[in-house]
């Protein structure tokens, strides 16, 4: 290809020893990969190093590790710019590096929370997924000018081009918010590469937690691997491998049709799908499942024509996935991504801070340390714990299946141990959870060790319970997870400060009604929401108990990063934060709200959104 230039200045940044960690000690956590045109360098996300790393794919050695001062998400590389694009999640922007060097060349402003990137064929354009904005930012790639902003599902997460280089597709891996009986769907957005204009939104039906997608090569179908999810049935089907299955969703992007192809097995899961690699000839694809620390080759042209021949009752037996995958291997712990670099499979083992390298034979070739070994910690085996699917029955999900990043899903269960129907739940986020005891909804369990103990295995995955160790560690790592971002977009419009947070504090904080009568203190959202929580460890009661509910008291939810955990209330009844309090029958049941306008309300919810 084109990219002479940068890969010879490559050549001479990189002869010299491997380089040493930018922060000693820590893991490198490797998460995302793009592999240079030519297939001889892999470049490397490493978020806990704050760092890009380069691999040498013929050498099978670390050639550079360079931090870029913030940690990185996504990547996506310009061969014909010598340039590489890193998305940063923790400062809503996009780092451009010198793709030889790493040196940074400029930093340009996205969404909120970026994640998945990629650039035009042409290197013109960059598309940036927004995953926590919810939408999809076109850069002029070269002065960052933002061209458009396009909404893109829950959480756009993923970014590819077609190798055309007309189209560009996006998929989130949050389903969208619907109510609690509503079936769960994804989007797959395809894109107009030259204009950014949105040509076609496809549904994935039941699906979510999609972090991976990609073009075939003859740009005919879009392939993401996602999870199938059945959380409007009670979870009475654990032992049957019903609660949810992996599925590679195979999308026409001419028509928008969709057929779901399954990718476990019979008695066995193929949890947490994280990234998928296609050769350039198509012949070869695979798709890795981070719960079981495992990757799956995929014949596509059998699979697409199991999906032309079958009906869809063929599609969703777990029995089918046996006429198109190859081979399944084990990889190294906790794989992240994949890339494809010439001929060679790249694997991010996130766990194992490495990358490996698969030949064309499908031998391990080499095994890349990104940094020296670390001592394992608590929180390290724990976040281990957390990703495993082998506590659950056949495999078949890990506690990031419902609990991804440790955030919440956003869906509701119907755990049947209280009787099918009864105490129908919605998900509840890890991230920022120490400190807030008691849990569960209802308030019963009084320590993370409880909630995530004997009884969790009775109700959930069917399987022993944690040994002691485990469980220790894996509430040190719930307890390590820092609560989401607070919503800089809260209270201001075109990035321009409106007032509305202080107002919606001021009624948050309030005493009085608007006519100067007195709140009663019980019915003031402070008193049950203080800070520095926003909630006053307590369990009380304010009118929301259903037929359904065996209790209509409930633990004060913490409110920190509360626009992040939509929908509201215990069993996911409030589809935003307005529906709360606008439902009917609230009344002054949950706070005093009867006397405000409107517009106050509005403010209420800019402030909740900037906690
Ligand atoms: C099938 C989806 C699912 C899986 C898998 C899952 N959870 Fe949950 N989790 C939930 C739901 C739903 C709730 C809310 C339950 C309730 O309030 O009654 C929850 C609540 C929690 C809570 C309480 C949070 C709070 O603030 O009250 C913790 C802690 C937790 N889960 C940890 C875990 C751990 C650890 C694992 C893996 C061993 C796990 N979860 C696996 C669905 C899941
Ligand atoms: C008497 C105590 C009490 C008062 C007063 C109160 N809340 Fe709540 N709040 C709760 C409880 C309990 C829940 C959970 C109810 C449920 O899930 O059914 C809750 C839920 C919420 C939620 C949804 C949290 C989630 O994760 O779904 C928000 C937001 C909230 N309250 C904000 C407020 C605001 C704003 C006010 C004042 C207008 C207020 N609350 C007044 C006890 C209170």
């Known amino acids: 290809m084109k990219a002479l230039v940068p890969l010879a200045l490559l050549a001479a940044a990189c002869a010299r020893e491997t380089p040493p960690p930018v922060v000693p000690g820590a893991h490198a956590d490797p998460s995302a990969l793009v592999a240079s045109a030519d297939g001889r360098f892999v470049y490397v996300a490493c978020p806990a190093q704050q760092a890009v790393a380069i691999v040498d794919v013929r050498r099978g050695e670390l050639r550079a590790l360079r931090g870029i001062g913030a940690r990185p998400g996504g990547l996506a590389l310009a061969p014909e710019r010598g340039e590489i694009a890193v998305s940063l999640p923790d400062e809503d922007g996009v780092r451009v590096l010198d793709a030889g060097t790493l040196e940074p060349l400029r930093t340009l402003a996205a969404g909120f929370e970026p994640a998945g990137l990629a650039f035009s064929g042409d290197g013109r354009r960059l598309f940036v997924a927004n995953a926590r904005g919810g939408d999809v930012s076109v850069l002029d790639a070269a002065t960052g000018t933002e061209l458009r902003r396009v909404p893109a599902g829950r959480e756009p997460y993923a970014v590819a081009v077609s190798k055309d280089g007309a189209t560009v597709a996006v998929v989130s891996r949050m389903a969208d918010v619907g109510a609690a009986c509503d079936e769960p769907r994804s989007e797959l957005t395809l894109l107009d590469a030259a204009t950014g204009e949105v040509r076609r939104r496809v549904a994935l039906a039941s699906c979510h937690l999609a972090e991976s997608l990609a073009f075939t090569p003859d740009d005919a179908r879009v392939l993401v691997p996602v999870v199938r999810v059945r959380n409007r049935l009670p979870v009475v089907q654990v032992d049957r491998g019903w609660v949810m299955s992996t599925v590679l969703a195979s999308v026409d992007p001419a028509t928008g049709s969709v057929a779901y192809l399954p990718l476990g097995e019979t008695d066995e899961g193929f949890p947490d799908p994280t990234g998928i690699a296609i050769t350039a000839d198509g012949t070869r694809t695979f798709v890795a499942a981070r719960g079981t620390d495992r990757v799956a080759e995929l014949r596509i042209a059998d699979a697409l024509a199991l999906e032309s021949a079958a009906g ?300």
């Open 312 to 611: 869809s009752a063929d599609l969703e037996r777990l029995s089918s996935s046996a006429r198109f995958v190859a081979a399944r291997f084990e990889v190294g712990s906790n794989p992240a991504a994949l890339a494809m670099a010439g001929t060679t499979l790249a694997v991010a083992e996130r766990l194992g801070d490495s990358v490996a390298l698969f030949g064309e034979d499908g031998a391990l070739a080499a095994r890349v340390r990104l940094v020296p070994p670390a001592p394992e910690d608590a929180v390290r085996r724990g976040d281990r714990v957390f990703h495993d699917a082998r506590y659950a029955f056949q495999r078949s999900f890990s506690c990031s299946s419902c609990h991804p990043g440790g955030h919440t899903d956003g869906l509701t269960y119907d755990f049947e141990i209280d009787g099918i129907g009864r105490n129908v739940v919605l998900n509840r986020s890890l991230r920022g959870v120490k400190g807030t005891a008691p849990f569960k909804w209802n308030g019963r369990n009084a320590s993370l060790a409880e909630q995530c103990g004997p009884r969790f295995a009775k109700v959930l995955t069917r399987a022993d319970v944690f040994p002691p160790q485990d469980l220790e560690d894996v509430v040190a790592y719930i307890e390590s997870l820092p609560a989401p971002r607070p919503d800089p977009r809260a209270g201001r419009v075109d990035g321009r400060e409106t007032g509305a947070s202080a107002r919606g504090r001021a009624i948050f904080e309030r005493t009085r009604r608007r006519d100067g009568s007195e709140i009663a203190a019980a019915d003031r959202c402070a008193t049950c929401h203080p800070p520095p929580h926003y909630s006053n460890l307590r369990r009380e009661g304010v009118g929301t108990q259903s037929g359904a509910d065996d209790t209509g008291t409930f633990d004060v939810p913490h409110l920190t990063a509360i626009g992040s955990k939509a929908p509201y209330l215990h069993d996911g009844r409030a589809l935003s934060l307005e529906e709360i309090w606008t439902a009917p029958d609230v009344g002054d049941l949950h706070g005093a709200v009867t006397d405000l306008t409107k517009t106050d309300l509005n403010d209420l919810v800019e402030f909740l959104k900037g906690l």
